[in-house]
């Protein structure tokens, strides 16, 4: 009886991992394709600097954007790079200083990291250069009013 409650968890367990892995929860209210398509006006900014060392691990994938103060309030922004899928995310946290970046006056800095296995994926399929490009990463925000 014992070992069988066990094999019960222990299944149980297995689900909720496996749950997890392939369902990620999406907690912005945003579709970013269909923000993308919109006809509704956008401001976007290029990255600054980005860093594009996965082998490295988890958070060394990163674009450095120097965003405007009036968009430190907006609900959402895009994240775009070439080559991948846009995200939507919502703001959080700014600074005025990151790897030696400094923020202009009435700016802030944006850290904005990228999934390290989808950098991996497209270093194997030869897009480093493309990756490593600060033109190459964007964010889009909606119009501030």
Not at 30 to 37: P, Q, R, V
Not at 95 to 122: C, G, S, W
């Amino acid at each position: 009886m014992r070992r069988q409650i066990t094999v019960y968890v222990l299944m149980f367990l297995l689900s909720m991992i496996l749950t997890k892995l392939w369902w990620p929860i999406d907690d912005t209210q945003c579709n970013s394709e269909a923000f993308l398509a919109s006809k509704n006006q956008k401001f976007q900014v290029q990255a600054t600097k980005v860093v594009v060392q996965p082998w490295r691990g988890e958070h060394h994938v990163y674009g450095i954007f120097m965003v405007p103060d009036e968009y430190k309030k907006t609900p959402f922004f895009v994240l775009t790079v070439k080559g991948a899928e846009s995200k939507c995310s919502k703001p959080f946290g700014y600074n005025q200083n990151y790897d030696d970046i400094f923020a202009e006056p009435n700016t802030h800095l944006i850290r904005m990291y990228f999934k390290t296995r989808v950098a991996l994926r497209l270093i194997l399929q030869g897009l480093y250069s493309q990756l490593n490009n600060p033109q190459n990463w964007t964010l889009t925000y909606p119009q501030a009013k």
